[in-house]
Structures are given as C-alpha cells and as structure tokens.
C-alpha cells in the first residue's frame, strides 16, 4: 500500500504500531498485576451502579488486597481503558438514579442467574511467568478446581448452626432499608446464603460515611450481579482456542432473526383486537410466538379503556370519537397510539362513514394523520376493502381529490403502494396508485427488500427478475462472505474499501446511487474506513502493507485515525456535502437497514466524544427517522446497544429514539444487552464494559428505559 496515493487529508503514512504496556496481566519483575479481568469488570460496575467516588471505588475493589490498592493515575487509566475518554455522564448523578439501575437490573433473568453461570477469575500467578497455553483447556469441567472466586459458595457448605449464628440485620438496619432509595432492590430475592447477605463488616469500614442500606447494596451489587459471561469463554487457550466475539454487526450472532413476512403486529392492528378475540384466538405459553411476545395475548390482555378498542369491543371513548365525528364534524380526538377517527373508521371496514367523513372535513392535512408507528389510514385499512377494487379506486380517488401523501411510509419504510405489491393487486390498480405518487417521487425500498415499480406482464427470463423476487419475498443468493481466510494480505477487502469511498464521492453527484448491496452514499460512508493507519489497523497489516501476525499487542491510537478528531471531523464533512447533494437519510439497502443504523453500528468510540454524536444528530436533523426499524424489527437503538455504542445510544435517545422498543425477538434494549454480554468471553473486558455501561445508563433516570416494556409503552404517545 502507497498512502501517497490517498485522497484522503490524512498526511503521514502508515506508522509501526506502538503496544502498550497496560495490556498485559502480569509484570516483568514476577508481582502480581494491579487489575486482572475482575477488577477491571467490578470497577466498571461500582462506577457504573453507584455513585461511589473513584477513591472508594478502587478500595471496594481491593478490598481483599488493601496493601496493593493502585493509585489514582492507575485507577482513572483503567477506568478510562475500560469506558473510553470522559466517562462522567456514565455515572448515577444521585441515589435516586442509582436505586432506578438497580431496580431495573434486578428485574434481568440474566443477570438474576449470573452468580451460577458467571466466569470466576482464575488464581494469579504471582511467580511472574506467562504460559504459553492453559494448562486445563476447559478447568470448569475438572473437579473441585483450585482457583479465587467470587461466586456464591454452595447452600450446604455451612452448617444450620453456623447459619443460625450469622449476624441479621437489626430492627434499625430493617428501618433504614425500608426507607432508603434502594428497599426494592434490597427486597429482590437471592440466592446469597444468609451469612454472605447480611454480614457487611468489611464494606461498613470502608464506606463508614454511608448507611446500612448503602452498604448492603454495594456489596449484594458486587457479590450477586457479577458480568453474565460464557462459561466457555473461560476456558479459552490465549492462542489455540482463540476466536471473535464482537464480529461485523451484520452478521452477529446474537442479533434477531429477520421477520419473514412482516412486522407481527403494529399499532393499526389493535384497531381489530376485539376481532381477534372474538376469533377464539388461542396461544399457549411456552411457544415461540409467546416467547417473542408476537402472539396477540399481550395487546389484548393489556388494552383497556381510555383505549378505542378492547378485547371486548369499541370502547366508551372510542363511540364518544365516532358519535364526535359522524354528528358534530369534529375530528380532533387522538387516541393512545395516535389514530385519528379516520383509522378507526378504515380499519372497522366504515366505508359510508369514511367516505361522508373525508367529505365533511375542512382541514384537510388530518387526512396524512400518522400514528406511532408512522401508518397512514390506508396503512390499516381493513381486509374487506381489497375484496372489490372499485370500492377502494374510489376512497383513492376521494384522498387524491383532498392532497392525501400517498408516499408517506412507516416504520419499516412502507408506503400503500408496497402494501398492494405484496398483496399482489392487479397490475392496472398498481400503476393507477403510483401515477397517484407523483412523478417527482421514486418508488423506495423497504425494509423487507421490496421496490414497487411499474408492473408488467409476466416474461419468461433467464436468471433472476427482481421484481418477481421482490413480489415473493425473495432475494437474490446472498454474496460470499467478504472474510476469505485464503487471502492473508486482504487483498479483496481493501479493494472494496477503496470501492466503498469511490461510491461515497460519486453519490454527490448521483444522490440515488446504489451499491451491490443497496447501500446509497450515507450508508457507505458508515462503513468507509477513511485512514491508512485505520486500514492496517482493521486488517492486521504492518506498515508496508504485509500481514502482521503480532495480534496480542494493543496499538497505540494514530492522531490520523477514524477515532481521532480529525478523522470524525472529515467524516462529519462528507456527510454534511452527501446531505446537501441530496441523498436520502432514509434510505434502507438489501440488508433492510438504515444510513441511520449503519452509523449507530459503526462510528469509532475509543478516542474523540463530540463529533460521532455529532454525526447521528446532524443526520437526524436532515430527517432520518430515530425510530425506524430493519427487517428484524430493530431501531437504530437497538443496533447501538448491541454493538455497545453508549454514545450513540445517549444521543439517538437525546434526539427521540423510543427506550421501549422491543425487537423481532420480543427483547427490549435492556434484554439485547443482556444477551451480548451473555456471549462474551472472559477476555472482552472492554466490550463487557460498554454494554454494561449502555444498560446501566439506558436504566437510568436520564432515559427510563425498563426490562420489560408493555405494549402501551412501546407504541403509545410519550407523555
């Protein structure tokens, strides 16, 4: 590689990277480290569920050790390793926000269960030397292992008496918890033996200006909700039985499966949940669709007045909306989710009162009314309107008459016209509706793949028709993957690199180009990885453009990198000239994702703080949409938090994003946290630390986000 060829305005060339001495566990001169993998996960945690100071922070941490405790430089470096450049607005502001983390983090089945299924840190070598593997490849399968654990010691390990002697809290200390800010914390169940609970002798003296509920809670934190991760990631060989965990978020394992056909339900269809009960809707717990909470049983069980429709028919509100409407002209009223009389009377199959209605209204914009989830009234429309296409050419002739936006998409970025090509009309009506469009507005992709286009008639062809494909809910076979271990010198992957900025360059002139992938400008600026010093850093190259295989050593971060300022403010720039020239923020590519999701996925965290948020806002500023969803129901909150983006996370939620969404899996933003963390080995330090620090601040009082969102607070208005 020639990096006086770049185009870019980065000016040295490639540099030798520089390891840092902090990377490894153990000293040259034979000491034990200052932090190991479980100091380094607990100081995460206290500073991220407490509003302990540092300095009690790193005392808590050694407690064990108080000889060794590490100083504040070594402390504020580990800190900083662990959650990046200025972490302040991470921490609990007051003990209100911290008992909220806890609370909700207590109400996690993950993390309720991690005492059992969490990583111990195995016995520190204090002789200084390193081996070159484990010597017990998988030491949770041997039995009785000799190692230091912080896990909860079996029930039987003490007698009853010794138990009936361990010290219990007093009737004051009961006192004191029933009124502190952390009572419903301290109320959970657990698993902690007697003894272990209520004994706090070591903490009380190191935090001796806070009270026994402080106290309790500090330690019940570090003792009972340790980092959930993989048992098998703990018996990982540093070398032989190495492998990724935080893979491309495209193809990470634990994102949800795409849905095949759809969303399972959206805010329209509760203007029909009377008519699903009255169907003998069964569904039994245990199922899968119970499990992803896409069944019904939720939306009917927790519908209820001042809700339009219940389980049980139209509502009070609902016929005082439609009386409203139908006598007095007035067409005002909203309900939970947004709809307006118009939905109503279109997804019941009202087609006189419609019709009467659209003709007495006098402000014709309510007619683009959107509910929560951006459907129009002809998103919801109910069956029994496509059984006669006269009917319907007549309420779209009526809505054009009125200026009715028959573009407007929702949250999947589907219009009416994509609702008709998959309900596969016929070709006349389709085209009619999108002469109905505008000439001036193109057809876009949804996120499920699907472009409505001119029909024509049905012509044999050789190979792949992409709009037959589209119609069917099939796409073309998916390309090989990028990763080819045949190629050490990466040779294909850094000619794409080099295609992906040439896409970004020419989309100023040509905003609606595409790539393979249906990726326009915006989303390939996402990916493009705009430094040299960047690209031997993502593909393991020496400074000549060699493979280097000295993978363990930790590289110092170039001030020409993507992370640097100067890297985000270039970045920031491109969008800025993409965004002028007219590319649209909310275009969605083959994967069903948004420019939005793909910055959320891939902006740098590790070295400048302003400007990547600064790029997710000027983008939601030019329109992209925060709570738009890709073909697995994820918004680009959710992709965040997966990929542990906290400073994506706090500004899509400073610009709008919806803390209570759950995807195609049924998982709320807290519980795809969770998850990832549950798959991480006992090594990713950091990447624990940044999911940690998204769930932990998603929790708190600053967003509200809960474990368990309801279908009220999913989809109805914010209040």
């Not at 109905?436 to 286009?453: E, H, I, V």
């Not at 069917?472 to 992906?500: G, K, L």
Request: glycine share 6%; charged share 20%; with cysteine.
């Amino acid at each position: 590689m020639n990096s006086n060829s770049a185009t870019s305005p980065f000016g040295p060339g490639l540099q030798v990277p520089i390891s840092s001495p902090s990377g490894s566990n153990t000293t040259t001169t034979g000491r034990p480290p200052l932090w190991n993998s479980s100091s380094r996960r607990k100081i995460s945690r206290l500073y991220l569920y407490t509003t302990l100071p540092l300095e009690k922070i790193v005392a808590v941490v050694h407690a064990k050790s108080p000889d060794t405790v590490p100083g504040q430089d070594s402390a504020h470096k580990t800190l900083n390793a662990m959650l990046n450049k200025q972490p302040r607005w991470l921490h609990p502001r007051n003990e209100g926000d911290m008992a909220r983390r806890l609370e909700e983090l207590s109400l996690s089945p993950t993390r309720t269960n991690s005492t059992h299924n969490s990583i111990s840190s195995p016995m520190q070598d204090t002789s200084g030397s390193i081996p070159a593997l484990n010597a017990v490849p998988t030491p949770h399968l041997v039995r009785n292992p000799t190692r230091a654990s912080l896990e909860v010691p079996p029930f039987n390990q003490y007698s009853q008496s010794q138990q009936r002697r361990a010290n219990r809290p007093t009737v004051q200390e009961r006192e004191q918890e029933e009124n502190s800010h952390f009572r419903t914390f301290l109320q959970r169940p657990t698993f902690m033996t007697t003894s272990t609970d209520c004994t706090t002798g070591t903490f009380s003296s190191l935090l001796k200006d806070y009270g026994h509920p402080y106290v309790k809670t500090v330690k019940r934190l570090i003792k009972r909700y340790t980092a959930p991760l993989s048992r098998r990631g703990a018996s990982l060989s540093p070398i032989s039985d190495e492998e990724p965990t935080m893979t491309s978020w495209l193809e990470d394992r634990d994102a949800p499966v795409c849905l095949p056909n759809g969303p399972y339900y959206m805010p329209g269809d509760f203007l029909c949940i009377d008519q699903v009960a009255q169907d003998d809707y069964t569904c039994f717990e245990g199922t899968e669709d119970h499990i992803k909470k896409s069944c019904f049983c939720r939306p009917m069980e927790e519908l209820r007045e001042p809700a339009w429709i219940t389980a049980q028919g139209v509502s009070q509100t609902g016929s005082n909306a439609v009386a409203l409407a139908i006598n007095n002209s007035s067409f005002e009223e909203r309900d939970q989710f947004g709809h307006t009389v118009f939905h109503l009377m279109a997804a019941r199959g009202m087609g006189d009162e419609l019709f009467e209605a659209i003709r007495l209204v006098q402000d014709a914009d309510i007619l683009n009314e959107q509910n929560t989830a951006g459907q129009t009234l002809l998103h919801v429309l109910h069956i029994s309107w496509f059984h006669s296409e006269v009917h319907l050419q007549h309420l779209l002739d009526i809505l054009a008459r009125k200026g009715f936006n028959f573009s407007a998409s929702d949250h999947y970025g589907r219009s009416f016209s994509h609702i008709l090509f998959q309900r596969d009309e016929s070709v006349g009506f389709r085209n009619n509706l999108l002469q109905l469009c505008g000439s001036t507005s193109y057809q876009k992709r949804d996120a499920f793949n699907m472009t409505p286009t001119n029909a024509v008639a049905p012509e044999p062809t050789i190979g792949i028709n992409r709009t037959y494909t589209q119609a069917m809910d099939i796409d073309p076979p998916v390309q090989n993957s990028r990763h080819d271990n045949s190629d050490p010198y990466r040779t294909t992957d850094i000619q794409q690199e080099a295609r992906t900025l040439e896409y970004v360059r020419a989309a100023v002139d040509d905003p609606l180009l595409e790539d393979l992938e249906g990726r326009n400008g915006l989303h390939c600026l996402a990916a493009a990885t705009l430094s040299s010093s960047s690209v031997t850093q993502k593909y393991n190259l020496d400074k000549e453009g060699m493979p280097n295989y000295q993978k363990n050593k930790r590289e110092k971060v170039d001030k020409y990198s993507d992370s640097s300022t100067r890297g985000l403010e270039f970045r920031r720039t491109l969008l800025e000239s993409l965004l002028v020239a007219g590319v649209d923020p909310n275009h969605y590519d083959t994967h069903g994702n948004t420019p939005l999701m793909a910055f959320a996925a891939q902006l740098p965290e590790d070295d400048d703080y302003t400007n990547g948020p600064g790029i997710i806002e000027d983008l939601i500023r030019a329109g992209a949409r925060v709570n738009a969803r890709n073909r697995a129901g994820e918004t680009a909150l959710h992709v965040a938090v997966r990929c542990g983006h906290k400073l994506a996370v706090k500004q899509l939620v400073k610009s709008g994003a919806n803390v209570h969404v759950r995807d195609a899996a049924g998982r709320s933003v807290l519980e795809v946290a969770d998850a990832k963390m549950k798959s991480l080995r006992g090594q990713d330090d950091a990447e624990y630390s940044h999911l940690e620090a998204c769930r932990a601040w998603l929790s708190g009082t600053s967003s509200g986000a809960v474990q368990e969102p309801t279908v009220l607070q999913e989809w109805a208005i914010c209040s």
